[in-house]
């Protein structure tokens, strides 16, 4: 008997083969017996082990007003993308880099890029698009009313900020951080929860109006009385990045589709291309403008010494149509209901038709009207060097009510979740209901415009200094 030594898959296998004995047991031809093959044992074959996923990291979204999570929000890091859930939670991939970008967009917020530093958690705040106030007036058309954010008397002051100059106009807010410039020409970027300065720059020696916010562009567009240009500035730490000379400038711009449109004391209005930092157009008006523009549609709408009301083609500086309001305008006009609403110092508030500049009807005050109008359901408020706020129907300007703000009222009377607010000579500001005219709470401190803020805090603007409050009962 012989072995014989095979391998199978692998495997050593022994065969086992006959001997033929010639002459053993008789003299026939014997076949000799083969044992049989023994059964090749079974052999499994592991499958490689699958790999660890890979690391990641979480990016918790939260609301920038409430601090409440954002659900749905889309988070891309490096080009892994994923959905915040209902905690505000997305995780991703954990990025290789030690620095990376992280964007992070939800419908109705205003996008948000930053870079971020390695680590396994990151908190990013978005804020809503509908809650800003990025521009005097609170809107283009400078109605002087803001719906969106819901924030009710009685405050309570959480910080309170001095300036160190006077604020005749208030500051204007975009994500979380207030800009406001004071009469001596510094801009201050202020977080509106604590009240601390981020960064300020002196931009000039004499500033009358509030910055304007381009977002696309992360920049805001200020104008200056002296040296008499106007500024980009950067958000993110106040720099500037190029100015333009248009002389003497005290009405706040307003801008659509990288457009700056504002007026000046020379009595040219510019339409500001702030890409190429130089004007589309420029319109030569001859009076002295102090009224910041108001843009409805493709009509700019503003008023000037002369006492005349002027709508400009906005694509084209050329004028639609010229009317009258009595005397010098010094305020801004707001535009609602089809009507335009001009302060005349010395006439009164004139209600000219938006689309032909017809004289709609005119309420003399037989005082001084410096006060900037606001519009708001159906009716138009305004306040007098006499001291007294009115509330007026749009259509007929019908006075409904009056009431006392306990002194000259000089800048804009606003309107926030329906509640008035005037500001007066008599370092006070006021809030009424809207309807009737019921005195729901007073602050202390006041001189020009009132407030402004966001959907988490209001701004209280005194003749120096500004507060951060908000509601002592939240609903």
């Not at 500035?233 to 711009?253: F, Q």
Request: glycine letters at 12%.
């Amino acid at each position: 008997m012989t072995f014989a030594r095979h391998t199978y898959a692998g495997v050593p296998v022994v065969l086992l083969a006959a001997l033929t004995v010639a002459g053993c047991g008789g003299g026939g031809d014997d076949e000799g017996d083969v044992a049989a093959l023994p059964r090749a044992p079974d052999v499994t074959v592991s499958a490689p082990a699958p790999a660890p996923p890979p690391p990641q990291m979480t990016v918790r979204v939260v609301d920038g007003d409430s601090g409440k999570p954002v659900r749905g929000a889309r988070v891309l890091v490096s080009g892994d993308a994923s959905r915040s859930t209902s905690t505000g939670v997305a995780r991703v991939a954990e990025p290789q880099h030690h620095r990376f970008r992280v964007v992070v967009s939800a419908r109705g917020y205003e996008r948000s890029t930053r870079v971020d530093r390695a680590g396994d958690r990151a908190q990013v705040r978005i804020w809503r698009t509908a809650t800003q106030w990025p521009m005097y007036g609170a809107t283009p058309a400078r109605t002087q009313v803001h719906s969106a954010i819901k924030l009710r008397p009685p405050f309570k002051p959480i910080w309170h900020r001095k300036l160190h100059g006077l604020i005749e106009f208030p500051a204007v807010v975009w994500q979380g951080v207030a800009y406001v410039n004071n009469f001596h020409g510094w801009l201050r970027a202020i977080n509106v929860q604590t009240g601390r300065v981020l960064w300020k720059r002196r931009i000039g020696s004499l500033i009358a109006a509030s910055p304007a916010i381009d977002p696309k562009r992360n920049i805001l567009v200020t104008t200056t009385m002296e040296p008499g240009y106007v500024y980009a500035i950067s958000l993110a730490n106040g720099k500037v990045k190029w100015r333009y000379n248009t002389g003497m400038a005290e009405p706040s711009p307003v801008i659509r589709d990288g457009v700056a449109y504002f007026g000046s004391t020379g009595g040219n209005v510019y339409a500001l291309d702030l890409d190429r930092h130089r004007p589309r157009w420029v319109f030569h008006g001859g009076v002295k403008i102090t009224s910041s523009p108001a843009l409805v549609g493709h009509r700019l709408f503003f008023g000037d010494y002369a006492g005349r009301v002027t709508a400009l083609n906005a694509r084209s500086g050329k004028v639609i149509w010229r009317g009258s309001a009595g005397t010098r305008v010094y305020g801004t006009v707001a535009v609602s209901h089809g009507r335009v609403f001009a302060p005349s110092v010395f006439s009164g508030l004139s209600a000219l038709s938006a689309r032909s500049g017809r004289l709609l009807w005119r309420i003399p005050v037989g005082v001084y009207l410096y006060s900037s109008p606001a519009v708001y359901r159906g009716r138009v408020y305004f306040g007098t060097y006499a001291g007294l706020v009115y509330s007026a129907d749009v259509r007929n300007g019908r006075i409904l009510w009056s009431r006392s703000a306990g002194g000259a009222v000089s800048g804009a009377v606003q309107i926030v979740d329906g509640v008035v607010y005037a500001g007066s000579m008599g370092s006070r500001i006021t809030a009424w209901s809207w309807r009737g005219g019921r005195h729901l709470w007073t602050f202390p401190h006041g001189r020009y415009v009132p407030v402004s803020g966001n959907g988490s805090v209001l701004l209280m603007h005194g003749g120096g200094a500004i507060w951060g409050v908000v509601p002592k009962h939240r609903r």
